[in-house]
């Protein structure tokens, strides 16, 4: 089931486009549905050649069981960090 990356551009965000989390890209619209919908945020940032990310992507995103959880409990936001370099800043810090 593709989500909400199809359409992206950026190479990270392609390798998820078929994982069955429903991720949003970084954005107003993912912001306004957490609102109107009073979930909180799952933030996961990321980079097309981090290891770490794929491990995660295999062991977590790829896993229908988790993907359901987290689709019913957050609204899943994908960033890939080269495109918003001052927001993984931001949370490399915190």
Not at 30 to 43: G, H, M, S
């Amino acid at each position: 089931m593709p989500n909400r990356l199809k359409d992206e551009k950026s190479a990270y965000l392609k390798q998820h486009e078929k994982n069955p989390v429903d991720w949003y890209p970084y954005g107003p619209e993912a912001l306004q549905k957490a609102k109107e919908e009073d979930k909180p945020i799952f933030l996961s940032i990321g980079y097309s050649s981090c290891h770490w990310c794929h491990v995660m992507a295999h062991e977590s995103f790829e896993n229908e069981e988790i993907a359901k959880y987290l689709n019913a409990n957050y609204v899943c936001i994908k960033v890939d960090r080269e495109e918003y370099p001052d927001l993984d800043n931001y949370y490399q810090q915190a």
